[in-house]
């Protein structure tokens, strides 16, 4: 655990010692970007609003299925490294991370290479077992916290690009065993999960930690935060976002 101390405490000066236990620590937080789902094409569906939810929502795992509609464009490429207002889409979710100001902050990656668009500060985990489901990717970036010694991870999605460092930062803070971020009242991502509950996690899967926070209720706080949780997850979901 990393502590930070908070009082400094002057030889001459008495204080009190409960006081001092309060303020001295605190935990110490990471922020980990999602992004190895696979296919070469954008998805033929768009999530709903619930299958998107705080990490917990599947990646698409199998983007390129052939045999879609029109909308799936082929020449688009990846849609994490699909152009978005300037910029890939990942980009602006790996500039929100880190510009949250947590203590590390990782990209797990999977399916395609995004090493071209990692900004400085963030560091890449690969995932090599990513066609198992977002859970093997969430487990990488558990391995990595705990080597770290940190005590809680904020989990985000790549292809959300419009979940501002604010919402990092919000869900960060939250004193909860798992902290979702709410837009409109409405759960979707980052997700705060603290490391008493690491071990509960699925280790394969495509629910991430969903399927834990409909299991323990009773650890989740809401927490609301301002900004756009959309996915960009087909060719009309980036023509009406740019």
């Given at each position: 655990m990393t502590v930070h101390p908070a009082v400094t405490v002057h030889p001459a000066v008495a204080v009190?010692?409960?006081?001092?236990?309060?303020?001295?620590?605190?935990?110490?937080?990471?922020a980990v970007v999602l992004a190895a789902g696979g296919g070469s094409r954008f998805s033929r569906i768009a999530p709903t609003p619930a299958d998107g939810a705080g990490g917990l929502g599947p990646e698409?795992?199998?983007?390129?299925?052939?045999?879609?509609?029109?909308?799936?464009?082929?020449?688009?490429?990846?849609?994490?490294?699909?152009?978005?207002?300037?910029?890939?889409v990942v980009a602006w979710a790996l500039d929100a991370a880190l510009a949250a100001g947590l203590e590390r902050t990782w990209l797990v990656t999977g399916?395609?290479?995004?090493?071209?668009?990692v900004p400085p500060g963030v560091e890449v985990l690969h995932n090599p077992a990513w066609v198992a489901g977002q859970a093997t990717s969430?487990?990488?970036?558990?391995?990595?916290?705990l080597a770290?010694?940190?005590d809680a991870l904020v989990v985000g999605l790549g292809d959300q690009p419009l979940v501002p460092a604010g919402a990092w930062r919000a869900v960060a803070a939250a004193d909860a065993p798992i902290a979702v971020a709410t837009y409109d009242g409405i759960r979707r991502n980052p997700v705060r999960l603290g490391r008493?509950?690491?071990?509960?996690?699925?280790?394969?899967?495509d629910e991430?930690?969903?399927?834990l926070i409909r299991r323990r209720p009773d650890l989740v706080r809401e927490v609301a935060c301002v900004g756009d949780p959309a996915d960009i997850d087909?060719?009309?979901d980036l023509q009406r976002w740019n």
């Open positions: 009190d010692p409960e006081v001092a236990v309060h303020v001295a620590v605190r935990p110490a937080v990471g698409p795992a199998a983007a390129g299925t052939p045999g879609g509609p029109a909308s799936r464009s082929s020449s688009a490429g990846h849609k994490l490294l699909a152009p978005f207002r300037g910029r890939p399916a395609v290479d995004l090493s071209d668009v969430l487990a990488v970036a558990v391995g990595a916290a770290a010694g940190l008493q509950v690491w071990e509960e996690l699925p280790a394969s899967g991430g930690a969903r399927v087909t060719v009309e």
